[in-house]
């Protein structure tokens, strides 16, 4: 629990539920102090409820001057760590300054919440979605306790879903067509395409195809950026002919990906990449890298 009171041991105890947190379906997520916890998973335009219980020690009884639960969604930057950017900010008053002297339940309710990003844990930047009761007091310090929740939105299949085709070329050395069958994949997808080598010159002793993931954060001159290769699928090895084609079938669900994520809240940004690499006898590298789209498929529709 989190309490911000100073030094002192919390006069109360505060737990908050959700209505239907034992049927609902949970994920793990790494909280502040590096563990991890399960908590519950919500969609967009979904319906928060639950109690907020409120216990004093007994013995003991609390001056307050009202109690408050807040629906925040926020990113924060971990360069500018401890400054929270408030997408979302919901409040609902629980109760009116008093006391409290014995366990007191509030119930509370945030209706269709627009919910717009997916919460995101990134290398230099987080995107949650809390709940916070806070017990304000005049002089020795609010108490405030915290549940973390998780959102995950979902895509119907696109509509349309171009297939990538690009070429790499060394001049008179090597020519080479690549060509995958779609440009967006879902997290559970399978990329599948063809190589083909019109032009081989060079002695080539391997060829890998690399998934990235590339997190920019910031602006200007505070932007950063770190690329992360997630998966390294080898798609040949030893020289290939003129004329030889390889083919090309990559299961994305073994590895952790999420959706793209473009400009949220004018703070980061999460896109993918296929890069093709090839390695020659010298080993030295050519790179060949292509964007692409990641959405969270709608469990009822159909895999594609």
Same mark, same amino acid.
């Given at each position: 629990?989190?309490y911000?009171?100073g030094?002192?041991?919390?006069?109360?105890?505060?737990s908050?539920?959700f209505?239907?947190?034992?049927?609902r379906?949970?994920?793990?997520?790494?909280?502040d102090?590096?563990k991890?916890?399960?908590?519950?998973?919500?969609?967009?335009l979904?319906t928060?409820?639950?109690?907020v219980s409120i216990?004093?020690v007994p013995?003991?009884?609390?001056?307050?001057?009202g109690?408050?639960?807040?629906?925040?969604?926020?990113?924060e930057?971990?360069?500018?760590?401890? #400054?929270?950017?408030?997408?979302t900010?919901?409040?609902?008053?629980l109760?009116?300054?008093?006391?409290i002297?014995e366990?007191?339940?509030?119930?509370f309710?945030f209706?269709t919440?627009?919910?717009?990003?997916?919460?995101?844990?990134?290398? #230099?930047?987080? =995107?949650?979605y809390?709940l916070k009761?806070t017990?304000?007091r005049n002089?020795?310090?609010?108490?405030?306790?915290?549940r973390?929740?998780?959102v995950?939105?979902?895509s119907?299949?696109? *509509?349309i879903n #171009?297939?990538i085709k690009m070429?790499?070329?060394?001049?008179d050395?090597?020519h080479?067509?690549?060509e995958?069958?779609?440009s967006?994949?879902?997290?559970?997808?399978?990329?599948?395409?063809?190589?083909y080598?019109l032009?081989v /010159?060079?002695?080539i002793?391997?060829?890998?195809l690399?998934? /990235? $993931?590339?997190?920019?954060?910031?602006?200007?001159?505070?932007?950063y950026?770190?690329?992360?290769?997630?998966?390294k699928?080898?798609?040949m090895d030893?020289?290939?002919?003129r004329?030889?084609?390889?083919p090309v $079938?990559?299961? =994305?669900?073994?590895?952790? =990906? *999420?959706?793209t994520?473009?400009?949220?809240?004018?703070?980061?940004s999460v896109?993918?990449?296929?890069n =093709?690499v090839l390695?020659d006898?010298?080993?030295r $590298?050519?790179?060949?890298q292509?964007?692409?789209?990641m959405?969270?498929?709608?469990?009822?529709?159909?895999?594609s």
């Amino acid at each position: 629990m989190n309490y911000i009171i100073g030094a002192f041991k919390p006069p109360c105890d505060i737990s908050i539920t959700f209505s239907d947190g034992r049927t609902r379906k949970q994920v793990s997520i790494k909280k502040d102090n590096g563990k991890t916890a399960m908590v519950p998973v919500f969609q967009s335009l979904e319906t928060i409820s639950g109690e907020v219980s409120i216990a004093p020690v007994p013995g003991k009884r609390i001056e307050h001057m009202g109690v408050k639960i807040e629906l925040l969604g926020q990113i924060e930057l971990y360069f500018d760590r401890g #400054n929270f950017y408030d997408f979302t900010s919901l409040v609902r008053e629980l109760d009116v300054p008093g006391e409290i002297y014995e366990r007191k339940t509030y119930p509370f309710e945030f209706s269709t919440v627009e919910m717009p990003y997916e919460s995101y844990n990134g290398t #230099n930047v987080r =995107l949650r979605y809390i709940l916070k009761v806070t017990i304000g007091r005049n002089y020795v310090g609010n108490i405030v306790e915290y549940r973390d929740f998780c959102v995950r939105n979902y895509s119907p299949v696109p *509509t349309i879903n #171009n297939s990538i085709k690009m070429e790499v070329g060394i001049e008179d050395c090597l020519h080479i067509e690549f060509e995958y069958s779609k440009s967006k994949y879902h997290l559970n997808d399978v990329i599948i395409g063809k190589i083909y080598f019109l032009l081989v /010159r060079i002695k080539i002793k391997n060829m890998e195809l690399e998934i /990235r $993931r590339r997190e920019s954060t910031g602006s200007g001159s505070n932007t950063y950026v770190e690329t992360e290769t997630l998966a390294k699928f080898e798609l040949m090895d030893g020289a290939p002919v003129r004329g030889e084609s390889i083919p090309v $079938r990559l299961f =994305l669900t073994p590895y952790e =990906l *999420t959706p793209t994520y473009r400009n949220i809240n004018n703070k980061f940004s999460v896109k993918y990449y296929l890069n =093709l690499v090839l390695v020659d006898e010298e080993d030295r $590298r050519y790179f060949k890298q292509q964007e692409i789209t990641m959405y969270r498929l709608l469990e009822s529709a159909p895999a594609s």
